[in-house]
């Protein structure tokens, strides 16, 4: 089913609660690519109901930032996400999400400030908005979220335990593509040549992982090589390389499990992250 | 019943769910009055099951103000709250309700920054986020607030709109004593002296619907009388008056139906608020 209002999917969802179906949600901006479908294919698994949403949320992407460009294809999402055991698929237009005059914020504090949150100040307000509104609008059993974007999934841990919302959050592990890229929606943007040097992300961070299996420690030695590993090439322009703790996103003075490496950097004009949770 | 913990409330609610019975839901900070008593009686006319929260919110008080002395009288709250129709008093711990390191903030913008707002900067904050955290815990059909807090009213119905809550708020009339004052769990700490000249408040706010029943529509006439009618008391010392529209909180420059009349003043150390919806 393709259903783009809120009181439409309240209705169906209402009937399911009834019979006491668990319902699975994945929050989607849409474009779906195999780390999405493997999120669906993870919450048809777990529960007896599926809810995708694909919406492009205008309050997460800053003025110059790609929201008018951002890919579209609603009826290739409807499609994939089917196919992938998907039951609703929740399309809502952005009028019926912000009416006008919306006033309310939602903020996580400290985890929404460093990494991506300090080249994208609006990014993680507008992330916790729309994440609240949508759970109050599906009030799922379990959501599901991709290891890829690592901060958004630690803010919204945090989102859930702090406000209460009755609901699990499901980490699902990052998907690439066979030569390592990081999948993501904005790969689309990218020419051949800047295909090839989006590689510099993933194959830093795989180096990276080595060294620390051979038994470094030190978070500088390791920022230090990806820098090198990633400036090297021209096409690339590094925005950040953060080793913290997966948890509070607060940086670390030696890697241990549950560390993570994130990178963000411009390849050519698209913005791409890439991160590994370190195996020591 | 008088439940202390999350996971209790939730496990019992459930059930009440699962037998489609409605819950209304009266969130005070106890110390309960004649006011809060008429929220529950309305709740427990309109709904299965009520369940009443006696709660503190330290959030929502500053670091100078009346946290610490605030009145609690959990067994008379409880009593009462049974008396008037409650099934379940939550009385949850502060730890139960902030463990250590909350990150998450709930804002209304605008709403919360005049009237009460700005002497109390805090507060309106305090009380987005504890009630956003008690709707998704007690996850109510209808919750019940009293017109008296008349500015919280306006902040969190914003709330609920913008937040998607799937619940519908229930505005109950400001209750006042027989001399007309408007009950307040504060109204304890005045002397027998200040309970007198507390009487200004809602005295003036009478003569000024009289005013207004007499044809005047000028909100600047309407503070200067009122002004004037407070300050006359030497026990008063007046934070504001404003006249708004009840739904946004702005200063209205005529006067008309759901213009709102608001008050507040400290009679002694005592900070009072008081206020009328005008009938044109």
Chains 1, 2 share one sequence.
């Not at 019979?19 to 699975?24: A, M, R």
């Not at 290739?76 to 005059?101: K, T």
């Not at 590993?229 to 670390?252: A, H, K, P, Q």
């Amino acid at each position: 089913m393709f259903i783009h209002t809120i009181k439409e999917v309240r209705n169906i969802l209402k009937e399911q609660k009834r019979s006491e179906k668990s319902i699975g949600f994945v929050p989607t901006m849409g474009f779906l690519h195999e780390g999405h479908l493997s999120l669906i294919k993870k919450a048809k698994e777990e529960n007896d109901y599926v809810v995708v949403s694909v919406f492009v949320n205008p309050a997460q992407f800053g003025p110059n930032e790609d929201f008018k460009d951002y890919p579209r294809d609603y009826e290739r999402d409807y499609n994939l996400s089917i196919g992938a055991g998907a039951d609703l698929i929740f399309n809502p237009s952005i009028e019926e999400m912000y009416p006008v005059d919306n006033k309310c914020e939602v903020k996580v504090k400290d985890l929404s400030s460093g990494l991506c949150g300090a080249s994208r100040p609006l990014f993680f307000g507008g992330i916790a908005l729309v994440v609240t509104k949508l759970f109050n609008i599906i009030n799922p059993t379990k959501a599901y979220f991709g290891q890829k974007d690592a901060q958004q999934l630690a803010i919204i841990k945090k989102l859930v335990k702090d406000l209460n919302f009755d609901l699990e959050i499901v980490a699902c592990p990052l998907i690439r593509e066979a030569d390592g890229l990081a999948m993501s929606s904005r790969n689309i943007y990218l020419s051949k040549d800047e295909r090839k040097s989006a590689l510099r992300l993933s194959q830093s961070l795989f180096k990276a992982q080595e060294m620390i299996k051979n038994g470094e420690r030190n978070p500088d030695k390791i920022k230090e090589f990806i820098k090198q590993y990633i400036t090297e090439d021209e096409n690339c322009n590094l925005d950040y390389i953060e080793i913290v703790d997966s948890g509070n996103i607060i940086g670390v003075e030696e890697i241990k499990d549950s560390t993570l490496i994130a990178v963000a950097a411009n390849v050519g004009k698209t913005r791409l992250i890439d991160n590994i949770l370190v195996e020591v």
